[in-house]
């Protein structure tokens, strides 16, 4: 029988595509027959990561510790760190595998102390985009770097990327890694490809997501209104998710005139959310490889999305869903699909394709493969 591992995922926020990943690994792992458990922020995230959280909670033998963590660096760190190690080292894992950027520094750093303590504990780290989102030519961005290189040669066992542009974007802005590394795509669940339609009363186009510029909430809402001139006829749209920016983009909408025909949901589980619209936009800055994408398609939507992060790798390159970061470029495609719904539907990729490169259970055994290679590894303190 393979070795029960005891394994602890840490990471900031719980919402959004790194506490679907973690969900997803959890739910796997414990089938698998390791203790898994969730340090993660306290302050971050609604009702329905609440729900989540509970449905996942009698699962996991190490349980879900949640504690303040703030977003940027800064001295609240040196008392959330405090407590979040005083945790991690109470519940003794065997494996450390951080998400994200806090995440990331928390489990290596925190990792390493415990080594220095003699505890065997592989560290594991999970960029998921993160600090790769800032520009090598600002001095945050130096610094980030500066530190992740840090990291990458003394704290970090294994490097697991979800992207072939996450592993790249790593090795032009921090450098090659001194760790061993390994890509391992984003998994999908077998029922996810269970196909969705939309409601009678659908609308034209669904944004579902973090709430905040990254994720291009202002870039859909001006693409909505330049469709609208194009077509010459009103269009609806629905926008789902949370986020301190809400009241901005309502306050948008309202200005472009889409009071009444843009509507704002609170964060919902995916396959509800699909149901509201015909056609699903992620008009993203920056992206690793978002779920979204993946569950939307899995759903058998069509799709409208930023050529940003490892998207293309999901749809490949020159595909008639991908556009450049601009409201005029997304009016233009929302204004195709508008007119060729079934065309634009056909263009997207296959149920067979998808479930060939982006499996749930692919991805867990992958990453477990790491957990053991990182564990096997002689320079571990037994």
Known sequence: MPQQLRI????????????????????????????????????????HEARLFESIRPKLALGIRRTPMQRHIGLGDVTAGWRTYKIIKELQPDVLHGHGAKGGVYARVFGSLLRVSRSRVARLYSPHGGSLHYDSDTAVGRAFFGLERGMDRFMTDQLLFVS???????????????????????????????????????????????????????IFIDALALAEKTLQRPLTAEMVGDGDDVAKYKQQAE??????????????PARQAFALAKVIVVPSRAEAMPYIVLEALAAGMPMIATAVGGIPEIFGHGSRALIA????????????????????????????????????DVMAREIEAAYHAALQDKTLAH
């Open 8 to 47: 602890l995922h840490c990471f900031r926020s719980p919402v959004g595509g790194i506490f679907r990943h973690v969900r997803d690994l959890t739910d796997a792992q414990v089938a698998a027959g390791h203790q898994v458990g969730i340090v993660c922020d306290s302050t971050t995230g609604g009702d």
């Open 164 to 218: 072939d542009y996450e592993q790249r974007t790593f090795e032009q802005k921090v450098g090659k890694p001194r760790a061993p590394s390994t890509l391992v795509y984003n998994g999908l669940r077998d029922q996810e490809f269970e196909p969705v339609r939309p409601s009678p009363d659908a609308a034209d186009f669904l944004y579902i997501g973090m709430m905040r510029d990254l994720k291009g909430p202002d």
């Open 255 to 268: 200005k472009l005139g889409f009071a009444g025909r843009i509507r704002f949901h609170p964060a919902m």
């Open 325 to 360: 970061v601009s409201p005029r470029d997304l009016a233009d495609r929302m204004a195709e699909a508008k007119q060729d719904l079934q065309g634009f539907r056909e263009a997207m990729p296959s149920a067979e394709t998808l479930r060939a490169r982006f499996g749930a």
